[in-house]
């Protein structure tokens, strides 16, 4: 009697006992699934590397002036259209005089360059002095930017230039013009012209975008996506060999804003991390996935 108590009682403490050994084993199971962490890698590279910055300008024709009467008077009419040409000592507009007892015939103001007009509309009878602007005349073949870059960016006439303008998809050439030779004593930077030849007409005087300067360049560098460098003041990426994750140690160079140039105990070739390099640390050991 007493040896079926005996069983009875090792049996009630076995049903006791089998959640914590099922949940001790459930541990172990997920401590081993989870020993290889799921990476995505890619391989160094040698790339060539262009730096570049951007600047908001607003466009101005190569040749552009503003249009005054010789006289002051009172203003009569345009003889052109909006955003017709010109050459110069055409007549844009006419300007009345008024000299009591005196009859005087209106007076014609004329572009004093060739290009594109651009009117500032006037109500007929409103006054013009000789310093009131009747229009814009510009030369837009080729249009002009201008902009100021810290004092220590190094650049020089005929540095390559892009120009991007708002509301137009096209990217267009360019090139520097001029770099003035003192920067300014107040902002300290360098003022830069630059031309952009308009060959489609579409680029406007006027018209807002963004200029780009190529500041940095490297041929055959090696380099890496930018997203898998990781650190603020100290940085470095996680290289994969035979599984284990080592982490290297970086110096960073010139950028495109996709991928930079890195310095240090690395060769193209190399397995770097590109996702999953928060999760990991030096030493741990991953599994390489592809990237969905």
Known sequence: MKKIWWIIIIFIILILLAPVFFRRGKKSAVKEG??????????????????????????????????????PGRFSRFVVKEGSYV???????YIEREVPGVEIKPIPVKAPVSGYVSLFPKDRGTPIMQNTPIAQVASIKVVKVKFSVPENTK???GDPLKLKINNLLETYNGKIKFVSRFPDPVTKTTKVIG?????????????????LVRIAQKRDCLSAPDIAIIGIENKYIFKVKDKRVEEIPV????????????????????????KGQHIVKDGSRVRIEEDK
Do not use: C
């Open 251 to 274: 110096n960073l160079g010139v950028s495109n804003g996709y991928f930079t140039e890195i310095l240090g105990d690395i060769h193209a070739g190399d397995t770097i991390i590109v």
């Open 34 to 71: 989870i020993s290889e962490i799921p990476v995505v890698v890619t391989t160094i590279q040698k790339r060539n590397i262009e730096e570049w910055l951007s600047y908001s300008v607003v466009v101005e024709g190569l040749d552009q002036t503003m249009v005054f009467s010789d006289l």
């Open 155 to 157: 650049l020089k006439p």
């Open 195 to 211: 031309i952009f030849k308009n060959k489609d007409m579409k680029i406007k005087p006027g018209m807002f975008g963004k200029v």
């Open 87 to 93: 050459h110069k000592d055409n007549i844009i507009a």
